[in-house]
């Protein structure tokens, strides 16, 4: 099929590089023109792996335009992926949507039939008016032209999108029309029935099942995709809660994590205490649907509640810092780890990043290292003194403390010896609870976990 994405970031393009993998015949338009120079020489602008292996591969056959209307002349199915930042109030931001709708409308074709996806993360009721929207831009050309709409919310985890992309647990599709679920139903037959060969980086998970797909109205796809957010953002928060008790009465979070999590209705995937969730989605969704929920008069206590505990997080981080050096004025502050997650570059919310804001409030000085997000981090960070270190054992020489914030692969195997070694005062504070306890303290190391 012939397929044009509109928006080439991180959904867009895991999701146009896959599809063009299968054999669709894809074009993703973009403006940013630093982005479009590295996507023509198949160069990924983001860390996501796999992603550039898969940019390079002979059968990833996906192109690149900054030329909206030349793309979607002749598609079969439009995708409309591109961001939906945070109004002040809370609610996602739909201006780009729509300009991208307007742009579509501006290229179709007279007398031709499309398929209009929304993939982008948006407020209940965005498919009715981006058909509005649609609608409006055609009737002003005087061309007929027959749309089909539809919303396919995206369920990609950062750094594993590519796997998720290719190995669904799912694909929701919310359509009005037969013609549009039909549309999708091919776009997506080789995931659905699992035909293709995979790529040599990315195998097939062993024992992994075929996929469902939910069709539905788009109210209800829109809804789906923040309930589960919503969903998971409350797990977390609620093993954070229960591991501020578990600090209290003496209990190991980790344990009460394990054991709650063999209960098949609860399940052990989100309930890993720590610094809390960031991101983009979890923090701009759950923000978006208590939005929805002020707009119809409906409060929301436990979204609101996964919210209040996750801030909470940053803050116990200082407690435990606190309570270990006292005074944090003047103190060198090593942290580990910068992006919200581990596998990519991303620190948009990050906790780490909040932390570090919070001990420069403090008065500490930080000394930083993360694998590949500190160029992001540096922006981020603009104006605050931090060091940036290229090794995690220059991030740990001099310090009081040391902060573990994002659970990178390569600091579960450190050498705590070393790091204690290096430290002026050898605090580690594991904001991530990949260390035991027994191996930092035989390394030399005051640990303080999280509701350990």
């Known amino acids: 099929?012939?397929?044009?994405?509109?928006?080439?970031?991180?959904?867009?393009?895991?999701?146009?590089?896959?599809?063009?993998?299968?054999?669709h015949e894809v074009i993703g338009v973009d403006k940013d023109e630093s982005k479009l120079d590295l996507l023509m020489k198949r160069e990924s602008p983001i860390h996501e792996q796999g992603l550039g292996e898969l940019l390079k591969d002979d059968d990833c056959g996906i192109t690149f335009t900054a030329d909206t209307a030349g793309a979607v002349a002749d598609a079969e199915v439009i995708m409309i992926a591109v961001g939906t930042p945070q109004k002040e109030n809370g609610e996602a931001n739909t201006y780009y949507v729509e300009e991208a709708a307007r742009e579509v409308a501006a290229g179709l074709k007279d007398g031709r039939s499309y398929t209009l996806v929304i993939k982008s993360t948006v407020p209940i009721g965005t498919n009715r008016r981006v058909a509005h929207v649609v609608r409006r831009a055609l009737a002003e050309r005087g061309i007929e032209v027959w749309v089909n709409f539809a919303s396919n919310p995206e369920f990609l985890r950062e750094g594993m999108a590519l796997r998720d992309t290719f190995y669904p647990d799912r694909i929701v599709v919310g359509a009005e029309s037969p013609e549009a679920v039909e549309a999708l139903r091919r776009l997506y037959r080789p995931f659905l029935e699992q035909t293709f060969e995979p790529p040599i980086f990315l195998p097939r998970p062993e024992g992994y099942g075929l996929p469902p797909l939910i069709t539905t109205d788009p109210t209800s796809a829109e809804m789906i995709k923040y309930a589960s957010n919503a969903f998971l953002a409350v797990k977390i928060s609620f093993i954070n809660e229960i591991a501020g008790l578990c600090d209290k009465v003496g209990a190991d979070v980790t344990e009460v994590a394990r054991g709650m999590g063999l209960d098949p209705r609860i399940g052990s995937r989100f309930l890993g205490a720590g610094l809390g969730w960031g991101g983009s989605c979890f923090p701009k969704d759950t923000a978006a649907l208590l939005a929805v929920g002020t707009e119809y008069g409906y409060t929301m206590p436990i979204v609101q509640a996964a919210r209040d505990?996750?801030?909470?997080?940053?803050?116990?981080?200082?407690?435990?810092?606190?309570?270990?050096?006292?005074?944090?004025?003047?103190?060198?502050?090593?942290?580990?780890?910068?992006?919200?997650?581990?596998?990519?570059?991303?620190?948009?919310?990050?906790?780490?990043?909040?932390?570090?804001?919070?001990?420069?409030?403090?008065?500490?000085?930080?000394?930083?290292?993360?694998?590949?997000?500190?160029?992001?981090?540096?922006?981020?960070?603009?104006?605050?003194?931090?060091?940036?270190?290229?090794?995690?054992?220059?991030?740990?020489?001099?310090?009081?403390?040391?902060?573990?914030?994002?659970?990178?692969?390569?600091?579960?195997?450190?050498d705590l010896k070393e790091l204690a070694r290096r430290m002026r005062n050898p605090v580690l504070v594991d904001g991530r609870n990949i260390y035991r306890r027994e191996e930092a303290e035989d390394a030399g190391l005051t640990y303080m976990g999280v509701g350990r």
């Not at 060091?387 to 310090?399: I, L, N, Q, V, W």
Request: aromatic share 6%; net charge neutral; hydrophobic share 45%.
């Open 1 to 23: 099929m012939k397929v044009a994405v509109i928006g080439c970031g991180y959904v867009g393009l895991t999701t146009g590089a896959a599809l063009a993998y299968l054999g």
């Open 309 to 414: 505990v996750n801030a909470r997080q940053r803050l116990l981080i200082l407690e435990k810092l606190q309570a270990a050096l006292k005074v944090l004025r003047g103190r060198t502050i090593g942290v580990l780890g910068l992006s919200f997650k581990p596998n990519t570059d991303d620190v948009r919310e990050s906790p780490a990043l909040d932390v570090i804001r919070l001990l420069s409030e403090r008065g500490a000085h930080v000394q930083a290292h993360d694998p590949v997000a500190v160029p992001r981090a540096v922006e981020a960070l603009k104006g605050l003194e931090v060091e940036f270190k290229e090794s995690p054992y220059e991030a740990a020489a001099g310090a009081d403390a040391l902060i573990l914030a994002t659970e990178w692969d390569e600091y579960r195997y450190l």
